[in-house]
């Protein structure tokens, strides 16, 4: 719960429920952030971003990681690091979020076609469908080098996929002599939800980014995992991208506040979440797929019956400051974190019934 001080300096209740990136810095991590060992992370090594670097890559069991900037700068220098040669071509899901929402970025700056497989409602790619897309070595194609996949999948509502799943996708992958990245945004999420640890749901994966500043609720930044080879090789990119910062540990210290004190309270938000799906069932005019929330997500399928479109749904509940997001004329989507209560849940669910 949080205020908000209005023109007519009213303080009102908002519950910001759009995105998991919304939240605002613990007084535990702004203290960390002051406290903070640093050096010329480009000149040197700054020893809390080594930490860092070093914490993540032991948890998702690979050699070394770097820090980035951003999601989308973890998940581009993934791809051209794996897809340095032109030509490349990397298959990646229909609703992925490097499709859709990271601007084309390895085709406008990596030159990598993307081959497109629809993504199944949980998020998977058909390994038959991935296996067709694979290019036979013709001179007519473009070489097929890497496959990318999402967990959780945003876009599908936070659906986890399991390791089950992934090793026999990875197992496709080496079979064609091809790599797999894993764009692991909201990893943390699947592994809580799944009880199983990162390290087991990356196992067969080459690389892997991971966002802080979604459900680990940090200010900023990435880090990507892989081998010694690979980071070497994505840290010269990161350079070249323009991610070489130099007093890097004021934002790595609160990134393992995170991981140390909040990562360990994901299931709350995945609670809060069914809590949310769960009270909006009974409301007229919208449908929520109660098997669909998996995690921190939670998406409301406007319904025909619904006097009011999404985008009119999303501006009804910000005059009782319920702030969602509208993602067509007919969804809506909350996603909850570590600064939602339950208390906040049940207002949300009040405000929706209005």
Do not use: W
């Not at 581009?76 to 040669?85: A, D, F, G, Q, T």
């Not at 067969?204 to 609720?217: E, I, M, P, T, Y």
């Amino acid at each position: 719960m949080a205020g908000h001080e209005t023109a007519n300096g009213y303080v009102k209740r908002i519950v910001d429920l759009r995105s998991d990136t919304v939240t605002k810095p613990t007084p535990e991590m702004r203290q960390a952030m002051a406290n903070a060992l640093v050096d010329d992370d480009v000149l040197g090594v700054d020893p809390t971003v080594d930490q860092l670097q070093k914490e993540m890559a032991q948890i998702c069991g690979k050699d070394a990681g770097l820090f980035v900037a951003s999601g989308t700068m973890g998940n581009l220098i993934s791809v051209l690091v794996h897809c340095e040669v032109r030509g490349s071509e990397v298959i990646i899901g229909s609703e992925s979020h490097i499709h859709h929402y990271e601007q084309g970025g390895i085709s406008t700056l990596g030159h990598v076609y993307s081959n497109i497989v629809p993504n199944e409602s949980d998020g998977t790619l058909d390994l038959r469908k991935v296996e067709d897309a694979i290019r036979p070595d013709d001179v007519h194609y473009p070489t097929t080098r890497l496959i990318c996949i999402e967990n959780t999948h945003g876009s599908l509502g936070g659906r986890c996929i399991g390791s089950e799943y992934t090793d026999k996708l990875g197992g496709l992958a080496r079979r064609y002599g091809l790599k797999l990245h894993i764009d692991g945004a909201r990893i943390f999420n699947a592994a809580t939800a799944l009880n199983v640890p990162i390290q087991r749901l990356v196992e067969a994966a080459d690389s892997v980014s991971v966002c802080l500043s979604k459900g680990l609720g940090a200010p900023v930044g990435s880090v990507i995992v892989g081998s010694f080879e690979f980071i070497a090789k994505a840290r010269r990119l990161r350079k070249a991208l323009g991610g070489g910062m130099r007093q890097l540990g004021v934002l790595a210290a609160p990134a393992l506040v995170s991981i140390h004190d909040i990562a360990g309270k994901l299931h709350i938000d995945h609670q809060n979440a069914h809590r949310l799906a769960e009270g909006l069932t009974r409301i007229k005019g919208i449908h929520v797929d109660l098997a669909s929330v998996e995690t921190n997500m939670v998406f409301v399928e406007v319904t025909e019956d619904s006097p009011l479109s999404a985008n009119e749904i999303c501006k009804s509940l910000k005059n009782y400051g319920i702030l969602t997001m509208a993602l067509t004329k007919n969804k809506v989507r909350a996603v909850f974190h570590h600064q939602i209560s339950e208390d906040d849940v049940q207002h949300a669910i009040r405000c929706f019934q209005v």
